[in-house]
T-cell receptor, first 116, second 116 residues
Framework: AQSVTQLGSHVSVSEGALVLLRCNYS??????LFWYVQYPNQGLQLLLK??????LVKGINGFEAEFKKSETSFHLTKPSAHMSDAAEYFC??????????????FGTGTLLAVQP | DAGITQSPRHKVTETGTPVTLRCHQT?????MYWYRQDPGHGLRLIHY???????DKGEVSDGYSVSRSKTEDFLLTLESATSSQTSVYFC???????????????FGPGTRLTVL
């Protein structure tokens, strides 16, 4: 079965510092991977996705993620944090059960705080 | 904007009462999903639909039922609400990019349900 593990339920960085949010996945097939962001009292918004092709994926708001098959990782980074990046971030993998399904498996989320 | 609305946005009800949440989409998407979000659990799939009158269970379906009598509406019903169903409920649709099985999901704004 597919699964996603997000290391660190809370991450705090200073404004201007590097943001690194960790996501490791387990998948029996080449994975489709996603990062979502959730601002307070809002729904989830897609940041970026990896399906096939280039392993470095660029998303919105200056975020990017790199698919590393050997490490089964899909970490999210941003070179310089901004106060507006404070939110909860979710990693997700497409489910696969005897064939690709139309379901996503979500991690438990990482709450990012940005200190002035 | 995937054109997803949820109603009501907030609801407080009492244990044992029936509750119905509505998800409405305006873009004729085939796949629709209901999730619940709880601290420490991320998003968990309750039920999903792959067409009118076609639905299936997710990982936390006990105590919930769904109906989809037309493409644009997906209803989630709590037959007899319990305090353990206090949560934030999100509806999602599956996008059409990435081929038939690779589409990311787009989320509605959520419904905050409190069962007293």
């Amino acid at each position: 079965a597919q699964s996603v593990t997000q290391l660190g339920s809370h991450v705090s960085v200073s404004e201007g510092a590097l943001v690194l949010l960790r996501c490791n996945y387990s998948s029996s097939v080449p994975p489709y991977l996603f990062w979502y962001v959730q601002y307070p009292n809002q729904g989830l918004q897609l940041l970026l996705k990896y399906t096939t092709g280039a392993t470095l994926v660029k998303g919105i708001n200056g975020f990017e993620a790199e698919f590393k098959k050997s490490e089964t990782s899909f970490h999210l980074t941003k070179p310089s944090a901004h106060m507006s990046d404070a939110a909860e971030y979710f990693c997700a993998v497409r489910d696969y059960y005897g064939g690709a399904t139309n379901k996503l498996i979500f991690g438990t989320g990482t709450l990012l705080a940005v200190q002035p | 904007d995937a054109g997803i609305t949820q109603s009501p946005r907030h609801k407080v009800t009492e244990t044992g009462t029936p509750v119905t949440l509505r998800c409405h989409q305006t873009e004729n998407h085939r796949y629709m999903y209901w999730y619940r979000q709880d601290p420490g659990h991320g998003l968990r799939l309750i039920h999903y639909s792959y067409g009118v009158k076609d639905t299936d269970k997710g990982e936390v379906s006990d105590g919930y039922s769904v109906s989809r009598s037309k493409t644009e509406d997906f209803l989630l019903t709590l037959e007899s609400a319990t305090s353990s169903q206090t949560s934030v409920y999100f509806c999602a649709i599956r996008g059409t990019s990435g081929g038939s099985l690779g589409g990311e999901q787009f989320f509605g704004p959520g419904t905050r349900l409190t069962v007293l």
